[in-house]
Nanobody, 123 residues
Framework: QVQLVESGGGLVQAGGSLRLSCVAS????????MGWYRQALGKQRELVAI???????NYADSVKGRFTISRDYARNTVYLQMSSLKPEDTAEYYC?????????????????WGKGTLVTVSS
C-alpha cells in the first residue's frame, strides 16, 4: 500500500512562513502529479498547488506569488513553501499523489491522499 505523510503544519502569525512536506512511501514505481489541497472549516476542499511529473506547476490564484511547490522525485516527496501567510490560509492541508503505479498495480495509476496537517495563521 502507498502512504502519504504530511508534516510541517503549525501556528504562525500573519506574514510568517511555513514549509510543508509530504513523503509518499510504499512499493512505488512512479507518480504522475503531486499536489497540495486545503480545506477550511465549513468549506470545500480546494486545490492549492500541483506539480506534474515533468515539473509543470499550477497554483490557485489566492496563493500565487506567495506559495511555491517543489518536488524531490528520487524521494517521492513534495514540498509547499508558504510565505506571507494570511489568516485566510488557515486550513487543513492535504497532500495528494495522482497516477501512482506500484509493484502490485504497475499498469493502473491510483490516487492517494494524506491525512492532513493543520495550518493556523493568527492575525
Amino acid at each position: 500500500q502507498v502512504q502519504l505523510v504530511e508534516s510541517g503544519g503549525g501556528l504562525v502569525q500573519a506574514g510568517g512562513s511555513l514549509r510543508l512536506s509530504c513523503v509518499a512511501s510504499g512499493s512505488i514505481i512512479s507518480i504522475n502529479a503531486m499536489g497540495w489541497y486545503r480545506q477550511a472549516l465549513g468549506k470545500q476542499r480546494e486545490l492549492v498547488a500541483i506539480i506534474a511529473r515533468g515539473g509543470r506547476t499550477n497554483y490557485a490564484d489566492s496563493v500565487k506569488g506567495r506559495f511555491t511547490i517543489s518536488r524531490d522525485y528520487a524521494r517521492n516527496t513534495v514540498y509547499l513553501q508558504m510565505s506571507s501567510l494570511k489568516p485566510e490560509d488557515t486550513a487543513e492541508y492535504y497532500c495528494n499523489a495522482d497516477g501512482v503505479t506500484t509493484m502490485t498495480s504497475p499498469f493502473r495509476g491510483m490516487d492517494y491522499w494524506g491525512k492532513g496537517t493543520l495550518v493556523t495563521v493568527s492575525s
